[in-house]
């Protein structure tokens, strides 16, 4: 158990629709990252927060967006959802705002776009 | 833009087989990290290598980093069937603060 927690597991949605990806960091951690993993891109940076404040973008459509609350938990919002939207969502969490140190990662969510 | 390429992509062996894992960049790291993930999971940190030269041992795995820290390899030594996993290799830069992921090596190992 890595510490980092993802909820949900699974999400099932319909193309146009709009979803929640949460993520709870190991206790102490105060940056949080999202990444996008599919069978074709790999494993895609999407965003990092620290403490609150976004420190570093990669890949992210803009349809995409990320918040990072006061209790350091962070939410991946994905809208006007499209087929190719569907892959494993993974959050990180690590000690620093270094974005090369050690992450550790939870379970993902598995988004379906049907 | 910084990348990282991992060959082979897929390996299919015997149980008791070593087998070499490649991790290369035109880009120089400040660090390379090896994570291995297996089904439903996410990726879990094996390594992390720092020096250029260096040599890791972590009981039947050994990692290198490469002496220009541009590239990097993974030698597993008597493979089980638990070593079974997709391998990424990871290097950070200390340039931009990101940590970019290779591809990956899906290693799979026959009882």
């Known amino acids: 158990d890595s510490g980092v927690t993802q909820t949900p597991k699974h999400l099932i949605t319909a193309t146009g629709q709009r979803v929640t990806l949460r993520c709870s960091p190991r206790?102490?951690?105060?940056?949080v990252y999202w990444y996008q993993q599919s069978l074709d891109q790999g494993l895609q940076f999407l965003i990092q927060?620290?403490?609150?404040?976004?420190?570093a973008k990669g890949n992210i459509l803009e349809r995409f967006s990320a918040q990072q609350f006061p209790d350091l938990h962070s939410e991946l919002n994905l809208s006007s959802l499209e087929l190719g939207d569907s892959a494993l969502y993974f959050c990180?969490?690590?000690?620093?705002?270094?974005?090369?140190?050690?992450?550790?990662f939870g379970s993902g969510t598995q988004l379906s776009v049907l | 833009t910084q990348l990282l390429e991992q060959s082979p992509q897929f390996l299919s062996i015997q149980e008791g087989e070593n087998l070499t894992v490649y991790c290369n960049s035109s880009?120089?790291?400040?660090?390379l990290q090896w994570y291995r993930q297996e089904p439903g999971e996410g990726p879990v940190l094996l390594v992390t290598?720092?020096?250029?030269?260096e040599v890791k041992k972590l009981k039947r795995l050994t990692f290198q980093f490469g002496d220009a820290r541009k590239d990097s390899s993974l030698h597993i030594t008597a493979a089980q069937p638990g070593d079974t996993g997709l391998y990424l290799c990871?290097?950070?830069?200390?340039?931009?603060?990101?940590?970019?992921f290779g591809q990956g090596t899906t290693l799979q190992v026959k009882p």
């Open positions: 880009s120089v790291f400040s660090s």
């Open positions: 990871a290097g950070g830069s200390s340039n931009t603060g990101k940590l970019i």
């Open positions: 206790s102490g951690d105060l940056s």
């Open positions: 990180a969490s690590s000690v620093g705002g270094q974005g090369a140190e050690k992450l550790f």
């Open positions: 927060y620290y403490n609150g404040e976004e420190r």
């Open positions: 290598v720092v020096t250029g030269g």
